[in-house]
């Protein structure tokens, strides 16, 4: 498409000038006219967050997000970019990127007095009209809204001009969309200069008589405990915002497995009854009353874990040159000790934390193997154990290898078609990874028995032995 790239150009085409809350809303009804997705990437808000947002973006609300560590606030926020016209005109070179109808700084006025018509313009891309600032205590007025720039004042400006001042990220944002993440984190101080941006939609720096009407939204997030409960967000900011949305973690496991299986990058194949145990064992540790309600467990800790998972059958393949790497059970436990810095516990569990995690994997593995095999569909297995059999496993114990002390097992077959893995029923890999998580089911339902060890002398890795 041929951009304007004067001022005169553009009125010609026709364009009209909306302010970023009107760019939003119109862009937001149009996709739920036509059934186009709104907020990409995001997993299991549809029916609860979602609608409240859209309700807050339609009444042009500058906004918060209420939610525990890890509920996704954050990409939340960023998606909504994708709500923004693709491409805005600005004044060419305009520090806070005006549009050429609307000047507010003396230097962009006084070029459009003098150029008119021919006032220069730009194009600005979406993705270049997202600011973002993680609120630390060490964040100042000039980070956020700006200061005096000594090198202008000593090139021989008064210090009364106002284009003495250099902006901060709130004005270089204006005709975009501005996040504070972890407001509550933010200075009382400094929040108090947020207060006109909110509501009066302009800035003050340092008792400078600057009127700048800016044009932006402004999305914060904040963990509900700091913001309802210490205080930290200043009474006359919160008023400020026209709608607090809370958010939340998945509320169906479905979507947990959904979520684990969008954000993690996995270095090697991990089953979907792997996701569901490391998505069940996520949600065990959040309702955990071992764990404090309060810190939550983020949905990284999901991610986290079964990207470990992924590289510990990666590790298996490299050292014992078995291909494709596919996760086994046996690739879940590491993860304890891998994630344990990600929960915080409860007082009362100081020393125990290794096993509170443990426990609550293994209930989690059982909730799995339920939900996907039950005895009645291993009845050939049993049986191989009540005959004597014992089956050596390991983290670096090959998956034929495996499959070799078993022998012919009938119904191995049906076991992968319910794990759903029935395309790959000819692989050793595949197959291991069924047959170890049967197995390890088998001894949580205390059918069979189980040892664990390290493994032999001159033997790496670990050991574990199912028998009967």
Same mark, same amino acid.
């Given at each position: 498409m041929t951009r304007a790239a004067t001022l005169g150009a553009l009125r010609a085409t026709g364009?009209?000038?909306?302010?970023?809350?009107? &760019?939003?809303?119109?862009?937001?009804?149009?996709?739920?006219?036509?059934?186009?997705?709104? %907020?990409?990437?995001?997993?299991g808000f549809d029916e609860t967050?979602?609608?409240?947002?859209?309700?807050?973006?339609? *009444?042009?609300?500058?906004?918060?997000?209420? !939610? #525990?560590?890890?509920?996704?606030?954050?990409?939340?926020?960023?998606?909504?970019?994708?709500?923004?016209? /693709?491409?805005?005109?600005?004044?060419?070179g305009s #520090?806070?990127? &005006?549009?050429?109808?609307?000047?507010?700084?003396?230097?962009?006025?006084?070029?459009?007095? @003098?150029? !008119?018509?021919?006032?220069?313009?730009?194009?600005?891309?979406?993705? @270049?009209r997202y600011g973002e600032k993680l609120a630390t205590p060490d964040t100042s007025v000039g980070d956020l809204i700006g200061d005096i720039d000594p090198v202008k004042v000593a090139e021989g400006r008064r210090l009364g001009d106002p284009e003495t001042v250099h902006y901060g990220l709130v004005p270089r944002t204006n005709r975009g969309i501005f996040a504070v993440n972890e407001l509550p984190d933010l200075a009382e101080r400094i929040q108090v200069a947020l207060l006109n941006v909110l509501e009066e939609r302009d800035i003050q720096i340092r008792g400078y008589q600057l009127r700048l009407p800016l044009d932006l939204l402004l999305v914060a997030s904040a963990n509900p405990e700091?913001?309802?409960?210490? !205080?930290r967000i200043i009474t006359p900011l919160k008023d400020r915002f026209g709608a607090e949305v809370r958010t939340h973690y998945p509320l169906r496991l479905e979507d947990e497995v959904d979520l684990v299986r969008q954000e993690a990058v996995l270095s090697a194949h991990v089953p979907d009854h792997l996701l569901e145990v490391v998505a069940r064992f996520t949600r065990q540790v959040r309702e955990s009353p071992s764990v404090d309600a309060r810190s939550g467990v983020s949905a990284r800790?999901?991610?986290? *874990?079964? /990207?470990?998972?992924?590289?510990?059958?990666l590790r298996r393949s490299a050292l014992t040159g078995e291909t494709p790497a596919v996760a086994r059970f046996c690739d879940v436990p590491p993860v304890v000790d891998t994630l344990l810095g990600k929960v915080e516990f409860e007082v009362s569990e100081e020393g125990n934390e290794r096993e509170v995690l443990h426990h609550l994997l293994r209930r989690a593995?059982? &909730?799995?193997?339920?939900?996907?095999?039950? =005895?009645?569909?291993?009845? =050939?297995?049993? #049986?191989? %154990?009540d005959e004597g059999l014992i089956v050596e496993s390991g983290d670096l114990v090959p998956g034929a290898r495996l499959l070799e002390q078993v022998g012919t097992v009938q119904g191995l077959g049906h076991i992968m078609e319910r794990l759903g893995m029935d395309d790959a029923v000819d692989s050793p890999a595949y197959a291991a990874s069924a047959l170890e998580f049967a197995? /390890?089911?088998? %001894?949580l339902n205390r059918r069979i028995s189980k040892e664990e060890g390290a493994g032999a002398v001159g033997e790496p890795g670990t050991r574990t032995l199912y028998g009967a």
């Open positions: 364009h009209v000038h909306r302010t970023v809350k009107e &760019e939003v809303r119109d862009n937001l009804l149009a996709r739920m006219r036509t059934g186009q997705t709104r %907020f990409p990437g995001i997993v967050v979602l609608p409240q947002l859209e309700r807050a973006l339609l *009444a042009g609300h500058d906004l918060v997000l209420l !939610g #525990e560590r890890g509920q996704g606030k954050t990409r939340l926020i960023r998606t909504l970019v994708e709500l923004l016209d /693709e491409w805005t005109p600005i004044i060419a #520090e806070v990127r &005006e549009h050429p109808y609307m000047p507010i700084t003396a230097a962009s006025q006084r070029l459009v007095a @003098e150029a !008119g018509e021919d006032t220069p313009v730009e194009w600005v891309h979406r993705s @270049e700091d913001y309802t409960n210490r !205080g800790f999901a991610v986290a *874990a079964a /990207e470990t998972v992924a590289s510990s059958a593995t059982v &909730e799995a193997f339920r939900s996907r095999l039950a =005895a009645s569909d291993l009845p =050939a297995l049993l #049986e191989r %154990f197995l /390890e089911g088998l %001894f």
